[in-house]
Each structure stands twice: as structure tokens, then as C-alpha cells.
């Protein structure tokens, strides 16, 4: 009963589903919309069942899967088709090479007919390495391939018969770094605003991240024609010599760690997302809240970042020499794209609440929305104003002050206003926005009280409660 009860809910919502494009009110007609937590919660359910199928059928038919990964909606094999199946395509003319090229390209078009027959809503599109030029095939940030381990006994390989040294031949996993041929030539710019430090520790993380995609058994002139198309791409940027061998050479001595640790078997070097995970997830906590702490610091102080860290390196000189432990930090400037880019598609600023009190008495329109404000309300009757702040957005916030005086509620200030001036009359009132300031908090309780007391807001100045009473310097 439950199972039929959410499978008429599911069907239902994925058939109702509404959204709103350029104004317009539709209803999704076919698919689960992309963005709906829903779509993404069956869909993950569905492929775990598809999984278990194609593993299934591929081994009823013959072909040995050996690694099974599959993300979102890509999946990664190794597989092997069986002696006998291979036999009966197998072509007698063809040289060794061409013969498991055919072979790789055979299994994997098994592969695809399998997967495209278990439902008809998934269709798969294959890869394999031999379908590039380089016998390499491209994997998101590495490129994979199958080599035949060289170190094999002689004596061994002439008892062997022709079919068994096929299946005893150990083969091994290889992938090295892979980037796009049209990939940016470039890098993190040396001339932008992120601070040098970090500059420094990102293009580490690259160096590390390339090394760690290269296989270890690879010859080091492999890697390090990797790390030198990172440098490239470093003077590209702007990055003198200075700092790409300090980048290369933190970076391989941090990777070399890692081996070691992967050696002594402290750490492996590709960690499973498992791996420890309590452990990790409780330092990452603790990092996250004394990292600051080094060096015997008891808070922070940001500053914008400036060439070599100046701004920062004066401050904490100054500051060292009291005995405030207050550590600088130099904080990354805002992005172009920041500054720039819109999120919103529709370029809709107006707001389509018919009772939204910011909209209905403002000329302003669109304020309304913003989070982190100043707002006032003023009685059309007295003029009498009353200004507050909210982290939220006007509109939810003066809503809140309206009904509470319609409940003629204890906490309301404008209840409060209509008894003291109006004889207990509910009168209108006027609300608008001030100031936005999104994110910072300070800016806009300190704002928020200097108004008040600069345009002696009457409403507020008759309440004992609330706003916090500024500390100001007086000239005498
Ligand atoms: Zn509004
Ligand atoms: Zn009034």
C-alpha cells in the first residue's frame, strides 16, 4: 500500500510540475525537471536498480566486468569478453594489434547493446582507448589505457599454449593527465586580486593533483612534461621564475610525502571516499575553527589584499607590537563575473506580491527582495517615522510589523505609535526600504541606529526595548 501510495505521489508531481520562463506560467510536459531534488532522488534510485541489471545480464552473456564505476550518468568499465565469444568473432587475418582493437571495440559494443536493452529510457554511447589515435582514451582529468605488465618468465611462456597465455597475460591499469586540447593556456592571473599566499597554495594543489593523476609507474619524463605545461601556463600569467619553481617544487615535495605515507600505508594516495571519513570530517571541524589560532592568535582582522601583502604585513607589524593577538588577513577581491553577471534569467525586478507593503506605497520597485536591509515606516497620518533592520528581506519583515499591530499585539511599535498619538485608531503606514547590505551585519546595525538617532526616528525613540544604544566620541 505505501509503495502504491508514493508511486501515485511521484507520478503525480512529475506530472504537474510547474515553472515560470519569461513571465509565463508552463507545465513541464515531458521528463523530471532538471533542478527538482525530486528528479534527482529518482533518478538515483532508478540507476542503482539499472546497475544491479546490466551487471546481471552482462555476465549471463559473457562478458566479464572486472570494474564497475558509474557517476551521475557516466560510467567507467574494465570488462573482458569470454574465450568463446570472442572465438566466434574472432578474424583470422588480422594482425595482434588490429585483433584487440577489434576485440576492445567488439566487448564494448556488447556492452552498449546490453545497456541499451534494459530500459528504453537510458541509451549509452561508448568509448575505448583504442578509438583514439593515441591508444589513450580521455576520462575527465586523466586519460586511461591497458599495458601488459613486461616482466614476464621465459620458461613459463613456452608451456603456456597460444589460449592460455591470452587469459594469464597480467594487465594493468595505466592513466596519466589528461587537459583538453582547447583548454586555457592560462592560469590563476599573477596580477589578480586573490592574495599571493593563496595564489600560491591553489597552483600547489595543481602540481599536486597533476602528479596524482599520473600513474606511478610512469617514466618521469611523462610527468614532467605535465608540469612543464603548468609552468607555461604559469609565465603565461604573469608568474616569474621565482614563483613557478617555488610552486613546482613545493608541490612535488608535498606529492613525495604522500608516496611515503602511501608506502608506510599511513595514508593511500587515492583515498576512497570512506576512507576515515569520521576522522576526517571532525579535523576538518577543528580546522575550521581554530585555524586562526596558530601562532597564538585569538582572532581575525580582514584586509583587502594588495600586491605582496603589504597592507597585511604593515598591520600585523603594528598590531604585534601591542598586546592585542589579533591575526590579518588578506581577503580575495571581487570577481569580474561578480560584479557583472546576472543570476536571474528573466530580468524581472518587479515583485508580484499584491500585499507586499514595500511595493504597494513605494515608487522604488525591487527593493523589496533584498536581504540584509534598513527599512522605515511612516504614519501617513503624523509623519511620525520608525526605522529598523533586518537580515531577512523588507517585504517579510515590515509584513510581520503590520499584522502585528492588526492583532493590536503587546510587542507591536506601531500599536504602540496608534495608542500614544491616534487614540487607539488604526492608521496606515508607509513602508519603504533604506539602505540594502547584504551580507554584512555590522554596517547595517550600526546604520541603522546613527539613522535613528540622526532623524530622531520618533517611533523608536518612545520604545525602552530593542535597538542598541551606539557608543559616539564627544568633542568638549
Ligand atoms: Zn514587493
Ligand atoms: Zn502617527
Redesign the pocket.
Known amino acids: 500500500m505505501i509503495s502504491e501510495a508514493i508511486k501515485i505521489v511521484l507520478k503525480f508531481l512529475l506530472q504537474n510540475h510547474m515553472y515560470s520562463f519569461d513571465e509565463m506560467k508552463k507545465r513541464q510536459r515531458k521528463g523530471g525537471p532538471i533542478g527538482l531534488v525530486l528528479t534527482d532522488a529518482i533518478a538515483k534510485i532508478f540507476m542503482t536498480w539499472w546497475d544491479r541489471r546490466i551487471k546481471e545480464k552482462a555476465e549471463k552473456e559473457g562478458l566479464e566486468i572486472f570494474l564497475y564505476k558509474r557517476y551521475v550518468d557516466d560510467i567507467n568499465i574494465v570488462a573482458r569478453m569470454r574465450q568463446n565469444e570472442r572465438n566466434t568473432e574472432k578474424n583470422e587475418d588480422e594482425d595482434n594489434r588490429r585483433e584487440e582493437t577489434n576485440k576492445e571495440v567488439q566487448g564494448m559494443a556488447m556492452f552498449q547493446r546490453i545497456g541499451n536493452s534494459i530500459d528504453e529510457s537510458i541509451k549509452l554511447e561508448t568509448d575505448s582507448p583504442s578509438r583514439h589515435k593515441d591508444g589513450k582514451m580521455p576520462l575527465l582529468d586523466v586519460k586511461v589505457w591497458i599495458e601488459e605488465k613486461k616482466e614476464t618468465n621465459e620458461t613459463e611462456e613456452k608451456e603456456d599454449t597460444e589460449e592460455d597465455s591470452e587469459n594469464n597475460r597480467e594487465r594493468k591499469i595505466m592513466y596519466e593527465h589528461y587537459r583538453k586540447e582547447m583548454a586555457s593556456k592560462m592560469t590563476i592571473h599573477a596580477r589578480s586580486a586573490i592574495p599571493y599566499n593563496q595564489q600560491k597554495n591553489i597552483l600547489t594543489q595543481e602540481v599536486i593533483r597533476i602528479m596524482k593523476n599520473c600513474s606511478q609507474d610512469l617514466p618521469w619524463e611523462t610527468k614532467v612534461k605535465h608540469l612543464e605545461d603548468l609552468s607555461l601556463r604559469m609565465q603565461n600569467s604573469g608568474h616569474d621564475k621565482r614563483m613557478r619553481k617555488t610552486v613546482i617544487s613545493s608541490g612535488l615535495s608535498a606529492f613525495r610525502k604522500m608516496e611515503e605515507n602511501q608506502a608506510k600505508g599511513t595514508t593511500p594516495l587515492h583515498r576512497t571516499r570512506q576512507w576515515k571519513r569520521k576522522e576526517r570530517e571532525r579535523t576538518k571541524r577543528t580546522k575550521k575553527e581554530t585555524w586562526y589560532q596558530k601562532g597564538g592568535y585569538e582572532s581575525t582582522i580582514f584586509v583587502p589584499a594588495t600586491p605582496n601583502g603589504e597592507l597585511r604585513k604593515r598591520m600585523q607589524r603594528k598590531i604585534d607590537k601591542t598586546d592585542i593577538r589579533i591575526k590579518v588577513i588578506e581577503k580575495t577581491g571581487n570577481t569580474m563575473k561578480r560584479a557583472l553577471h546576472k543570476t536571474s534569467i528573466t530580468g524581472k525586478t518587479e515583485?508580484d506580491?499584491d500585499e507586499?507593503p514595500?511595493?504597494m506605497t513605494s515608487k522604488k520597485?525591487g527593493m523589496?527582495?533584498k536581504e540584509g536591509v534598513t527599512y522605515e515606516i511612516v504614519c501617513c497620518k503624523c509623519g511620525d517615522k520608525y526605522i529598523g533592520e533586518s537580515a531577512r528581506c523588507a517585504?517579510t519583515r515590515t509584513k510581520e510589523h503590520l499584522n502585528d499591530l492588526k492583532l493590536k499585539r503587546e510587542s507591536s511599535v506601531l500599536w504602540r505609535h496608534c495608542r500614544e498619538k491616534h487614540d487607539g485608531e488604526i492608521e496606515t503606514f508607509k513602508c519603504s526600504v533604506r539602505d540594502v547590505f547584504g551580507q554584512d551585519a555590522t554596517l547595517r546595525q550600526i546604520t541603522e541606529a546613527v539613522d535613528i538617532r540622526r532623524e530622531s526616528a520618533s517611533i523608536n525613540n518612545k520604545m525602552e526595548w530593542g535597538n542598541s544604544n551606539l557608543p559616539s566620541l564627544v568633542v568638549q
Open positions: 515583485c506580491d507586499c514595500v511595493c520597485k523589496c527582495r517585504r
